[in-house]
């Protein structure tokens, strides 16, 4: 099977691979060469595949969706970061969750501002 990661920016993963193992809103799946086509919503969680070498590979993916078509298995989703280990996922997923609450919190303080701004000149325009 050939297994194709897509975020909005880059193709974060394309390979030959003998399995697939996921999680959706119902729970975890593993798909095998000869499984029916198939399709799922992706829940943030872990993917992994097995290399045709044998070799485990691990993803954090964000929500997204899984369409498996024939030999193709397409996963599309917003984020996807590969780890050679599940430690290494953790501390990709931690450093861009924390990178993601900084920008968050800054875009928090500047619609604040831009409120309070936007009541003081409505109050102006009464006097």
Do not use: W
Not at 3 to 30: M, R, W, Y
Not at 52 to 60: I, M, V
């Amino acid at each position: 099977m050939k297994l194709k990661i897509l975020s909005p920016t880059e193709v974060v993963f394309e390979q030959e691979v003998n399995k697939v193992s996921a999680e959706a809103d119902d729970g975890s799946f593993g798909l095998l060469p000869r499984h029916i086509d198939y399709v799922a919503a992706l829940v943030p969680g872990l993917l992994s595949a097995e290399s045709e070498d044998g070799e485990e590979l691990f993803f954090a993916v964000d929500e997204g969706v899984l369409v498996k078509c024939g030999p193709d298995i397409i996963v599309s989703t917003y984020y996807a970061t590969r780890g050679p280990t599940l430690g290494a996922v953790r501390r990709a997923v931690r450093q861009t969750l924390s990178a993601s609450t900084e920008r968050e919190e800054r875009a928090r303080r500047a619609l604040s501002r831009l409120q309070a701004d936007m009541v003081r000149r409505y109050l102006e325009l009464g006097e």
